[in-house]
Nanobody, 124 residues
């Protein structure tokens, strides 16, 4: 089992920045891929960014390319999401996810482990 805990959410004005962290514990060797999803009220869970911890490849959804950066620490137990130039439409609960495949999937069903989420609110 892999446990994931997000932190770093909050309220920020449009144009501002936040950095989310996701700390993995437990059988972290099982986490070959880690990703970030978000879910706005009344919407489905949307893929934001993912990183293969095995191949060091990263992927982003189009709406965040050039604004968000996903990275990991050398121990591969913490993944970060640096969010710059935030927009009101980025407002959502952000979830960290992990799975063992090493392949970055863009659907929620690709991931076996989930954190509880952290709220990000961007005011206009």
């Amino acid at each position: 089992q892999v446990q994931l805990e997000e932190s770093g959410g909050g309220l920020v004005q449009a144009g501002g920045s936040l950095r989310l962290s996701c700390a993995a514990s437990g059988r972290t060797i099982s986490a070959g891929t880690m990703g970030w999803f978000r879910q706005a009220p009344g919407e489905g869970r949307e893929f934001v960014a993912g990183i293969s911890l095995i191949r060091s490849l990263v992927y982003y959804t189009g709406s965040v390319k050039g604004r968000f950066t996903i990275s990991r620490d050398n121990a591969k137990t913490t993944v970060y999401l640096q969010m710059n130039s935030l927009k009101p439409e980025d407002t959502a609960v952000y979830y960290c996810a992990a799975d063992g495949s090493g392949v970055v999937g863009s659907t929620a069903s690709s991931y076996n482990y989930w954190g509880r989420g952290t709220q990000v609110t961007v005011s206009s």
